[in-house]
C-alpha cells in the first residue's frame, strides 16, 4: 500500500509539472554547440549520445562555445554502470577565472547495489561550499535522465526529469551575492575523485572495472547568448526585456513546482549545508529566512 501511494505521489507531481510548458527549445547539435576541451581521445560520438570515458590515466570534459546569462539548459544523462566508487560525472556552468560564478550537478559513485548522490553546489565570486546532496527515486544507470539548470534575475533552480529539486533565490536585499553578471558556459566531464566522492573517500575507485562510461545526449540549451560582437553582457541580458524566463510566472515556483520541491526534500535530501551547524559557526546568510 505504501508503494503505491509512493508512486501515486510521482504520477501527480509529474502530470502537475507538464502541465507548465517549460522547456519547447529544440536540441542542438553537439558538435557545433560544444568542443572537447580535455583529454578529446576519451570522449566517443556515437550517433546523438556523447560517451564520456574515465580510466587511470585520465577523465575527460566538454565545454559550449558560447557563453550564456539567464534561460535554461539541460542534457539527458545515462551514468555509469555497476561499481563506480570514486568517480564524479558532472554536469555544470561556469565562467572563468578566480572570482567565477558556477552552477554544479554533481553525480557521485557508489559501490554495485548502493544509491548514487547528485550534490548540487553554486559559486558566485568565486565562493562556493552551498552543497546539498539528493538521493534519487530511480536508478540512473538504467536509462536516461534530464538534468537541468533555470536561472533568471530571481531565483536558480535544479531540476531531474523536470521536478525541482533545489531552489536558490536571490537574497542580495539581505547582502547575499547572487551570479546575475557574469555570463558562463555549459560543460560535462567525467573525473576521479576517489580523496571526497563516495562516503567521504573510504572508498576509492577501482580500475579494474575502468573503463567508466558516462553517456550524455538531447541538449537543449535555450538561453540569453553573449554575442562576439559585445562583451557588454548585462546590457545585452540583464535587463528586463522579452525573454520568456522574465515572465512573472517564473519569478519563483508555483504551486505545483512547491509541492514537487517539498516532496523531494521530504523524501530524497540527505544533506543540506544550510542545515550543518557543526560545519558554521554561523550559517550563511542566505540560509535564514
Known sequence: ????????????????????NFDLAACVNFSEAFELNW????????GDQIKLTLDNISGCGFESKKKYLFGQASVQIKLIEGDSAGTV???????????????????????????YLVQTNIYVNGTGNREQRHTL?????????TYSFFWNRHCIVFLVDRIPIRVFT??????????????????????????????????KTNWTHAPFVSTFRSFIIDACELLPETDDILAQC??????????????????????????????HLVYDYCKDTARFTELPRECIS
Open 39 to 46: 583529454a578529446p581521445h576519451h570522449i566517443i560520438s556515437e
Open 89 to 115: 560525472t558532472a554536469f555544470y556552468m561556469s565562467s572563468e577565472g578566480t572570482n567565477h560564478d558556477e552552477l554544479d550537478f554533481e553525480f557521485l559513485g557508489n559501490v554495485s547495489g548502493e544509491p
Open 170 to 203: 536571490n537574497k542580495e536585499e539581505k547582502g547575499v551575492l547572487f551570479p546575475r553578471k557574469q555570463a558562463m558556459s555549459i560543460r560535462g566531464s567525467v573525473w576521479n575523485a576517489d580523496d571526497w566522492a563516495t562516503q567521504g573517500g573510504r572508498v
Open 137 to 145: 527515486w530511480f536508478d540512473p544507470t538504467l536509462g536516461f535522465h
Open 1 to 20: 500500500m505504501t508503494s503505491n501511494i509512493y508512486l501515486l505521489e510521482i504520477a501527480v507531481f509529474v502530470l502537475a509539472f507538464f502541465s507548465v
Open 238 to 267: 540583464g535587463k528586463l526585456s522579452g525573454f520568456w524566463w522574465d515572465k512573472p510566472a517564473f519569478d519563483g515556483l508555483n504551486r505545483h513546482r512547491s509541492h514537487q520541491l517539498k516532496w523531494v526534500q521530504r523524501r
